[in-house]
Structures are given as structure tokens and as C-alpha cells.
């Protein structure tokens, strides 16, 4: 849940430097160092204290207090995730930027892009939406109810349901993650909020039963109780002031098919996950034929391009080949490794929510706050020709800040396009009406029309030469500056940019989110002297604060009726254009990779709600093909090319 | 503060210098290349030398922007003058003409073609991409030009701060010694273990450093290493006869320092400028490489081997240039360096051989 409000970012460079000149720190790893460094302790005691005290929020009932009227679901008539011709075993070899800073999935430094691996995609939480059809699946939950008078839902735990170190899932481990992700321990402000306020109350009833209350009955009221992964009480017994410190590198016991063993974990170097051969889901529909090799090994590359040719001898079994320097040019369809049939190449194209990548321009910037300006930087925005040029014509121009959100998304509203002539009109009417002797406006009072345009995207940072170029035809002047990815965010949440080139990482829902970055509480505070100030560390990054847009807005959050609410959506999205604070970029419609033949995907390739190939787990390994391919190889046999495209996802 | 004369052994040296050929013709080699690249817009530009429009000429290397509507195109932005061009060959009739420099294109300017070609571009004499472009499209021997104006630039400015700030704290603890020796050396220590590589990335990961900063940091950085010459040379000659003859002869203290001691100490910092100079060169290079350098879009080295190495198999013309260039220049620097050095060495001059 966390991944709702953060941008991707990359770990900085430099917290990792220190990392690569050691040697063998093996020695470190492990908890055997550990128990003298963390004399024991107990948080048992505390935690019994904390539930009597918090008596609204824990409570404990009996199975016979569960109301006789409810209407169970199992939703297990949805179709199966993967395919059936998917063999178990096999050694799969992928490969990371950053070594983690850390196992923990929880607290500082816990956000990382491995994390995934270890939670995100692979633990089982009480039910997952479907791939396909956004529904709800079971996982933990064997079935669940919903309340909407009451706010609540009910959930019976599947009884298979085990940690992997062989301890069962119970209700118990529920009521510990309220205690858990409130508790101050955890070092992590964002859960302690979300956790505190997004949620009214738990309810043991026994067991395996219990209930969860949150306070508004919204349309996917549902999913804020069912996507919630519990969190082993008797695992986080020695909980405390020094958790980050004691549990850095103990791997968590999961509900999921892979775990991290001790003797994996090379810091600096590699890790890896195993398959937990006796995991409980090991025969669930949905789960049976995902998570498939047997192990999962994570090699640390920094350099792409290092990786790149690590890939091309096949110590990689696939590349992301998105960018089209790499899909047209560096392995192209003619290269031999794709015409001799070892490396097959596919796009696949997906349909979910799409990240907003665009230019956020900070109103409470001088000249910014001219609503004339910006409307003439989104005229001055070229992103036809970065579309054309630097992705060849393969991505497509965004047209709001909430695509991909199928009807909550505005049916017919469209991005300005790159025109001069209104680019220069918008600004003549901001004041700017002379050109300097450098061809960029200026106004009467000699100020220049030149903003700096910032970025955190190391990897997309030539094409934003394109954008400076074209903007100064219209006289507007962009000065670049690439930081690296936590600075670029830092920045932009103290609200210091300018502009900046970014997107919020979307994860998939039903309806888009507006509050966040729009509404005026997230741009503006008043302090002590009733002064109005900007108000940093929110997403409101463009500062905005309209009130009709706000007033909307808490209309929405309050409403409902998904009916009213896309009516609210697509109201509030033409308020935005209006405000032209934000310049849609581009969107992806699809991803593309290239993988060894050894590796398998389903017919269909993948689901409809993916990001990436990897992310639902679907592939097989096949080391029989494996040893056949690399013999062919060196033996100059040949198989036929695989070149596919999937789109039975693809809109138009 | 220059106003002394060299003294007859700097003179003799200076001569040992230019008798010394491969240093003394690299130095020259070197000069002329430094004096070329700041008239670079003369060569590579995208900017035209002449343009004769309507019976009138026009020179817009060096001028303000020229709007297209100053020669009949229908836009207010800039001139493209390769264009202008085109279009006066392609009407006969037309008496206007453009004179377009060598390289007909800028440093930061990207030139994707409209065709279905996609970047980066080999090197041919018919794009007048002599060297090809880079994977934006951006010509690499523009690139090569610019950066190393921007490279030795920086270089120079860099060694003339950090030798004025060593020269000054060096003669300072040397002169005064005592307690003031004794805790500047204890600074200078402090301030040597200072990593400066990680300093520079922390700063740059911040503030995006410009050109004057990040002069600044490097500066601030790299100024000790020399106080420890200019200290041991002035604690010498401060307890030399003449030294204690000016004393006695009433000179005060910046007159002994800059007029006695100064010139005789400063041969020594002399056989370190090329070397200090190529260090200057390759940290920049290293420092944009890594991406912690100057701004983006700023042409310069590191960027070329970052993407030459990017592309080293698509586009091997990249590294290959920027390569021998880097090469080239500091073999130049060394050569110079070496012939400095060697007519510097004091055994030359010395009666105990």
C-alpha cells in the first residue's frame, strides 16, 4: 500500500559507494553476530496493554457475535492466473541496479525497488485484484463479507494459511500488524497515519475469523481491507526502539512461495530466492501455476549497458528492451542472437492505470502562478517530437494527469499540442512581448522568461534536450538540471522547483486519486502568525489550490455512487486542464523485453494489469532447453526467430 | 605582485625549456589549439558566417538572435541557417546566399533527420558530420571542440585559484612558523582526508553545481597539497643572508615576502602547473562521466564517454574520437610537463654533480 504516494526513485549513488569497495562481509550477514550486538527482549506484555487500552479499536468477541445475515464470496468461479503447461524448478537469473539496503520491508531504507521481491508481488495478502478483470480473488481469505451499512468487512482465513517458517496465519497476526504499523518502533510516519486514521477497528471472533471496520463505505471499500497483509506477531516478538538495527537483514517469515535464506545473502554482490517447497498455496487455484522456478538469482550489475552484455551470453535469461534505442538498435530484429532463435523478442501490450509522466509546474513560483505562462509552456511543450524522435512514434501522447482509469478516465479531453503561435500569444498576454538578444522573451521589467526544468529520471534525460530546444522557438527559455532520483523527489517535496519532469508511481485501482496532488490543504498551511505558507512534504506538487476544485473534490472523497464520482472525476479533470499546471507527457501502452528460449510464458504471454513481465510470475524455466541452446550455441545451430506482439490488450 | 624580474637561473631554465623540442613544439601545439577553440564559432556552428540577404550582409556568429522573418522565413524564433541555405540554392534565381562555417552545427543542438533514420549517425562528409553524432543526434566533433574550450578553461582557472590559495597559506606558515605553522599544517591535514570525490557527489547531488561552483568546490579541495612546497621552500629562503640583509635593511613584511622570497620559491610550483593542469582536465572529465559534473547539456568529455561507452558497439565512432582527443591533449600536457620539469631540475645548474 505504501507504493501509493511514492515516485520512483532511485537509491542515491552515494549511500551505496561505501558498499562496493568492501570485501568479503560475509561474516556480518546472518543473526549469529547479532544476539549479543541485541540482548533479548519481549514486546508481548506491551502489546496485550496496548489492545486493552485502545478498546475501540481492538476488540474481542465471540464466533457467535458474527451477524447470520451476511453474504459470504470466494469469488473462486475467476479464471485461472498462468498456465497449466508450467513446470516447477529451474534456475532463474535476473539482476539488480542497488544491492538492497536492507530485508526489512518496513522502515527506513525499506522502500527500496527490491522490496517487490520480497513483499509487493510475492506475499499472499487476505485477496488480490484480478489481473484480468480487477475482482477479488481469494488468497488468505477463504471468503469474505461485506457490511456496507456498517462499514465493515468480515473475513474466515483460509486454514491451510502458514508462514513459512510453519507457524499458522491466525487473527492474532492481524491484530499484531495494527499494533505493528501504529507502533512508533517501525520508524515509518507514513504507516503509523495510514494505519491510525484509514481504519476504525478489528474484531477477533475467533481464530480465524475476525472483522475490519474503515471509516467511509467507498465503492472499493473492500480493498482497503482485503489487499492488507498481516504481519507474524511471533516473529516480531523482540520488537523495540533498535528494530531497524535488529531485524536490517533478518528475512521475514512470508506468507508467499519464496524466501531468503541466510547462506543467499552476499551483501554487495547477490542474493537470492528459494521456493518454499511446502508452501501452503502450492496447489490454490490462482496460485498453482505461478511462482514456478525453484530459485531466483539476483546479481548486482550497476552499469545497463554491463548488463546488457551479460544478458547477450545468456547469464541473464531477459532484458527490458522498452526504450527504442535498445529495441531497434542494440538488439535488433536482425541481430543473429534473435535470427538464430536463441533470444526471443516480444511486446506485449498492457492496459492499466498509467503513471502521470509530465511536466508539474510549482504555482507558488513567481511567475508561475500566471495561469497565462503555464498555458503558454504547455503550448511550448513538444512532446509530439519527443514521441516521434526519441520513441520512434511507439508511445503515445498522454491526455489528462489520470489516464488508463477506463470511464473514471475523461472520455474525449485531450493535451494541448505544441503550437508557437499560441505559445506566444499566452505569454504576450503574461507581459512577455520582446524577444532578448538571446531570442528568449523577456518583459517590461527586463525579468526573462526562463525556468529551470528539473529531473530525478537519469534514464530519460536525452530526451529532455528535445523539450529545451523546441521551447525556445516560442522564446521560452528551459534550463535542465538532472539530480539524481532522491534529490529530484527531495526537491520537489520542499516545493524548490521550477517545473519538474516526473510521474507518481500508479498501482492499480478503481478509480484515480485527486486529493493528493490537488487539493489546496496539500499546498498551502498557515503558520503561527496566520500567515500563509507553502506547505512542503505533500504531493501537491504543482501547488495548486482552487476551490471549486477542492470543493469537488471532498464531494468525491466522500461520495458513494461510482456513477457521481466519474461525473466528479471527469469535472475535476477538465478543472485541471483549465489550470494548466500539469503538461501531459507520454504513455507506454506496452512493455517490451527480449528473454532466452529457455525461458516460457504462457499463450497469452501475460495478464492485462501488468507492469512488467515478471511481475505476476508467471514464466517457467526449462533447464533441459537451457543446456540445448547454449550447446547450439557453440555448435552454430539454429532455431527459428520469435518475434510477437500481443495485443489483445492494445486500445486505440 | 608581478612585478620583479626573473632571476638569470629562471632565465637560464626558461632557454634549457625551448631547447628541449618535443616539450617546447607540444606547448606551442597546445596554444594554438587553446587559441583555436575560443574561436570555435568561426568553425563549428550552426550559426552562419555571412549571410547575404536583399543586397545586404549579415553576420550573425558572434551578433544577437536573428529572427527567420529577417530573411523572409515565416518565424520568430531563431534562424535555422542550414535551411536559409538550402532554400537560396534551391531558387536560382536568387542572388542571396549563406556562408555556413566548417561544421555546420552546435553542440547542444539536436539534429534528427526527418527521414526514418534514428540516431546516433556515422560519421560521413556529406551530413558534415565528420565525426557522427552522438545517440541525440548531437554533432561529436562540435562536442569535442566545446568541451575541451570548457575543459581547459576550467583547468587553467582551477590551477590559477588553487596555486594563488597555496601559494598564499604555504608562504604564510613558512614565513610566520611557530604556532601558526603548527596549526595550519594540523588544518591542512585535517582538511587533505577529506574525500574530495565524495564532497564533490554529496554537493552536486544537492545543488546542481554551474561552472563557478563547482571551480569553487574543486578549488576549495585541492589548494593543500601544494602548501607543503611553497612552506619547506619559504622556510628556506627566509633564513637566507639576503632575506636577513633586507631585514636589516628596514623591508617589512609583504616587501621580503613578495620581492625576496616569492620569486625564489615559485620555480618550484612551475614544473607542477601541466601536471596540475591535466588533473584539472581529467577530474572534470571524470566528474561529468559519473554525472556529478556540470550541468546537463553543458558539451563536455564525460558526457561523450558516457555515452560513447553507452554505445560502444552501435556507435564506436563516440568513444573512439573522444578517446584519442583526451589522449592527444594530455600527451601534450605530459610532454610539456616532462620538458618543464627537466629544465627546472636543479642538478643542471649545480656544481655538485
Redesign the interface.
Known amino acids: 500500500m505504501k507504493k501509493y504516494l511514492s515516485i520512483f526513485f532511485l537509491l542515491?549513488?552515494?549511500l551505496l559507494?561505501p558498499g562496493c569497495g568492501g570485501g568479503d562481509n560475509k561474516e556480518e550477514s546472518g543473526e549469529n553476530g547479532g544476539d549479543e550486538k541485541f540482548p533479548a527482549q519481549d514486546v508481548t506484555a506491551e502489546m496485550e496493554a496496548y489492545y486493552k487500552e485502545k478498546s475501540e479499536f481492538f476488540h474481542f468477541k465471540t464466533p457467535e457475535d458474527i451477524p447470520a445475515d451476511l453474504e459470504w464470496t470466494d469469488n473462486n468461479q475467476l479464471s485461472e492466473i498462468g498456465s497449466p503447461k508450467a513446470k516447477k524448478g529451474g534456475t532463474a537469473n535476473a539482476r539488480l541496479q542497488d544491492y538492497p539496503a536492507t530485508l526489512r520491508v518496513v522502515g527506513p531504507d525499506a522502500n527500496g525497488s527490491f522490496r517487490n521481491y520480497l513483499l509487493d508481488e510475492v506475499s499472499v495478502n487476505l485477496a488480490h485484484r484480478h489481473p484480468e478483470t480487477l475482482e477479488f480473488f481469494p488468497g488468505l481469505a477463504q471468503e469474505w463479507a461485506i457490511d456496507k451499512a456498517n462499514k465493515t468487512v468480515y473475513v474466515k482465513l483460509d486454514p491451510k494459511a502458514t508462514w513459512s517458517d510453519g507457524e499458522p496465519v491466525t487473527t492474532d497476526d492481524f491484530f499484531f500488524m495494527f499494533f505493528f504499523f501504529q507502533s512508533k518502533y517501525i520508524q515509518a510516519p507514513w504507516y503509523n497515519n495510514w494505519y491510525g486514521t484509514q481504519y476504525t477497528g478489528i474484531t477477533k471472533f475467533d481464530d480465524r475469523t475476525f472483522s475490519i471496520s474503515v471509516p467511509e463505505a467507498k465503492p472499493d471499500m473492500d480493498s482497503r481491507v482485503l489487499e492488507l497483509g498481516p504481519k507474524p506477531a511471533h516473529f516480531f516478538k523482540e520488537l523495540g526502539n533498535d528494530y531497524p538495527q535488529r531485524y536490517q537483514w533478518r528475512f521475514q517469515p512470508t506468507t508467499g512461495a519464496y524466501v531468503v535464506k541466510d547462506s543467499d545473502v552476499k551483501k554487495g554482490r547477490s542474493i537470492a530466492l528459494s521456493r518454499h517447497k511446502e508452501w501452503w498455496a502450492l496447489d490454490k487455484k490462482h496460485w498453482r501455476y505461478r511462482f514456478n522456478p525453484d530459485r531466483i538469482e539476483f546479481k548486482v550489475i550497476r552499469d545497463?549497458?554491463k548488463a546488457f552484455e551479460e544478458f547477450k551470453v545468456g547469464n541473464l535469461d531477459g532484458f527490458g528492451l522498452s526504450l527504442?534505442?535498445y529495441w531497434?538498435?542494440?538488439l535488433a530484429d536482425d541481430n543473429p542472437l534473435v535470427q538464430n532463435g536463441y533470444i526471443k523478442k516480444v511486446t506485449f501490450y498492457n492496459d492499466r492505470p498509467r503513471p502521470p509522466y509530465g511536466l508539474w509546474i510549482n504555482q507558488a513560483k513567481p511567475l508561475l502562478s500566471n495561469k497565462d505562462i503555464r498555458i503558454g509552456i504547455s503550448y511550448a511543450s513538444n512532446w509530439d517530437r519527443v514521441i516521434e524522435?526519441?520513441f520512434?512514434n511507439d508511445y503515445t501522447r498522454m491526455k489528462t494527469s489520470s489516464d488508463g482509469f477506463a470511464s473514471f478516465s475523461h472520455p474525449t479531453l485531450k493535451a494541448r499540442p505544441f503550437d508557437?503561435e499560441k505559445a506566444?500569444e499566452h505569454f504576450a498576454k503574461a507581459g512577455f512581448t520582446k524577444?532578448g538578444?538571446?531570442?528568449i522573451l523577456v518583459d517590461s521589467t527586463g525579468n526573462r522568461l526562463s525556468f529551470t526544468l528539473t529531473t530525478g529520471y537519469?534514464s530519460l534525460?536525452?530526451m529532455?534536450?528535445?523539450l529545451?530546444?523546441e521551447a525556445?522557438?516560442?522564446?521560452l527559455d528551459l534550463?535542465?538540471?538532472?539530480?539524481?532520483g532522491?534529490?529530484a523527489w527531495k526537491k520537489t517535496q520542499e516545493k524548490k522547483h521550477d517545473i519538474v519532469f516526473s510521474a507518481f508511481g500508479t498501482f492499480v485501482e478503481m478509480y484515480p486519486r485527486f486529493w493528493e496532488s490537488w487539493h489546496s490543504v496539500n499546498a498551502y498551511e498557515t503558520d503561527e502568525d496566520g500567515k500563509k505558507k507553502v506547505k512542503t512534504q505533500t504531493n501537491n506538487i504543482t501547488s495548486t489550490a482552487v476551490p471549486e476544485l477542492d470543493e469537488l473534490i471532498i464531494k468525491y472523497r466522500k461520495s458513494e455512487d461510482a456513477e457521481e464520482m466519474k461525473q466528479l472525476a471527469h469535472k475535476m479533470d477538465e478543472i485541471i486542464h483549465d489550470e494548466a499546471a500539469f503538461v501531459p507527457g507520454f504513455v507506454q501502452p506496452f512493455y517490451r523485453m527480449g528473454y532466452w528460449r529457455w525461458v516460457n510464458y504462457p499463450d497469452d504471454f501475460n495478464v492485462k494489469i501488468s507492469d512488467g513481465a515478471g511481475e505476476w510470475f508467471l514464466s517457467w524455466i526449462d533447464e533441459e532447453a537451457k543446456k540445448e541452446t547454449l550447446e547450439a550455441r557453440k555448435a552454430g545451430k539454429t532455431f527459428p526467430p520469435s518475434i510477437k506482439v500481443y495485443d489483445q490488450y492494445k486500445i486505440d | 605582485m608581478l612585478g620583479f624580474e626573473l632571476n638569470p637561473v629562471t632565465r637560464k631554465r626558461l632557454r634549457r625549456f625551448q631547447e628541449i623540442r618535443r616539450g617546447y613544439y607540444s606547448l606551442i601545439a597546445l596554444v594554438v589549439l587553446i587559441g583555436f577553440s575560443l574561436f570555435a564559432e568561426l568553425f563549428i556552428s550552426n550559426r552562419a558566417l555571412i549571410v547575404k540577404y536583399d543586397g545586404k550582409l549579415h553576420f550573425p556568429t558572434y551578433g544577437r538572435f536573428q529572427p527567420g522573418t529577417k530573411f523572409g522565413l515565416d518565424y520568430e524564433y531563431e534562424t535555422n541557417y542550414r535551411k536559409l541555405q538550402k532554400k537560396f540554392r534551391e531558387d536560382e534565381n536568387s542572388k542571396n546566399w549563406v556562408l555556413m562555417p566548417f561544421v555546420p552545427y552546435g553542440p547542444e543542438e539536436e539534429n534528427y533527420k526527418d527521414n526514418d533514420t534514428y540516431p546516433p549517425y556515422p560519421p560521413s562528409r556529406e551530413t558534415k558530420h565528420y565525426l557522427g553524432t552522438d545517440q541525440i543526434a548531437r554533432d561529436v566533433l562540435a562536442q569535442l571542440v566545446y568541451g575541451f574550450r570548457i575543459a581547459i578553461m576550467f583547468s587553467l582557472m582551477l590551477m590559477v585559484a588553487t596555486y594563488l590559495l597555496s601559494v598564499i597559506i604555504g608562504c604564510a606558515m613558512g614565513y610566520f612558523g611557530g604556532l601558526f605553522d603548527l596549526i595550519g599544517q594540523r588544518i591542512v591535514e585535517i582538511w587533505s582526508v577529506i574525500p574530495f570525490l565524495y564532497v564533490v557527489i554529496i554537493i552536486a547531488a544537492i545543488i546542481q553545481p554551474g561552472f563557478w561552483t563547482l571551480l569553487i568546490i574543486m578549488a576549495a579541495f585541492s589548494w593543500m597539497g601544494m602548501t607543503y612546497y611553497m612552506r619547506t621552500g619559504t622556510y628556506k629562503e627566509k633564513e637566507r643572508d639576503y632575506t636577513a640583509a633586507a631585514r636589516v635593511l628596514g623591508a617589512g613584511t609583504p616587501r621580503i615576502i613578495f620581492r625576496h622570497i616569492l620569486p625564489n620559491t615559485l620555480s618550484t610550483l612551475v614544473t607542477f602547473i601541466p601536471f596540475t593542469v591535466a588533473a584539472g582536465i581529467t577530474s572534470l572529465t571524470a566528474l561529468d562521466f559519473l554525472g556529478f559534473g556540470l550541468p546537463s547539456g553543458t558539451p563536455s568529455w564525460g558526457d561523450l564517454l558516457k555515452s560513447g561507452n553507452e554505445n560502444i558497439r552501435l556507435a564506436p565512432w563516440i568513444i573512439l574520437s573522444t578517446v584519442s582527443s583526451m589522449v592527444f591533449v594530455l600527451t601534450l600536457v605530459t610532454f610539456v610537463g616532462e620538458a618543464i620539469r627537466e629544465a627546472f631540475d636543479p642538478k643542471k645548474f649545480t656544481t655538485y654533480r
Not at chain 1, 525556445?472 to 522564446?475: D, E, F, L
Not at chain 1, 534550463?479 to 539524481?484: C, F, P, R, T
Open positions: 542515491p549513488a552515494l559507494l545497463t549497458s527504442a534505442e531497434y538498435q542494440k524522435k526519441y520512434r508557437i506566444v524577444r538578444n538571446d531570442g537519469e534525460k536525452d529532455l534536450p528535445i529545451r530546444q525556445r522557438k516560442a522564446g534550463k535542465l538540471e538532472v539530480l539524481d532522491t534529490s
